[in-house]
């Protein structure tokens, strides 16, 4: 089974981290993601910018409107995503639980949408057929 795993940071607390302290955990996280991937368990991964840069997109009255920042006011901002391959949700839990990354904030694992998924992988081969 294929899931999602978000990472969350409370980027005030990431400030915080002395740059040797901050590279130490760094390195412990890809360590570990390398570990993932000779399980056989690590997609890929993707690292996301600071929620100040961040744009946000929504509709009122029939307009999209972009503004900038976060849509959620909140502590803990999404700080990447890894895409895991694991047995069942239990064995996502006992992956991801030995991540160092937890220590940094919180991980929300959620199964992909598999049909969702396939559909969209199919209109992905649709249109490269086409081009």
């Known amino acids: 089974m294929k ?10 607390k990431a400030a915080e981290v002395l740059q040797d302290e901050g590279r130490k955990m760094f390195e412990a996280c890809m360590a570990y ?11 890929r991964g993707e690292a996301l910018d600071a929620a100040s840069k961040a744009v ?8 999209v409107e972009a503004t900038d920042g976060p849509y959620a006011e909140t502590k803990e901002m ?7 391959e694991a047995r069942d949700m239990e064995h996502a839990v ?3 639980s030995k991540h160092p990354g ?3 904030g919180p991980f929300e694992i ?17 249109v490269k057929k086409q081009s």
Do not use: W
């Not at 899931?3 to 005030?12: A, H, N, P, T």
């Not at 993601?33 to 997609?43: A, C, P, S, T």
């Not at 999404?78 to 895991?84: A, D, E, T, V």
């Open 33 to 43: 993601d390398d570990e993932l991937r000779r399980g056989g368990h690590f997609i």
């Open 94 to 96: 006992a992956l991801m």
């Open 78 to 84: 999404l700080g990447g995503i890894l895409f895991l």
């Open 56 to 63: 946000t997109l929504r509709t009122n009255g029939g307009k």
């Open 3 to 12: 899931f999602v795993c978000l990472g969350y940071i409370d980027e005030r």
């Open 102 to 104: 937890v220590k940094m």
């Open 110 to 126: 959620r199964p992909a949408h598999e049909l969702v998924n396939q559909l969209i992988a199919e209109r992905d081969a649709a």
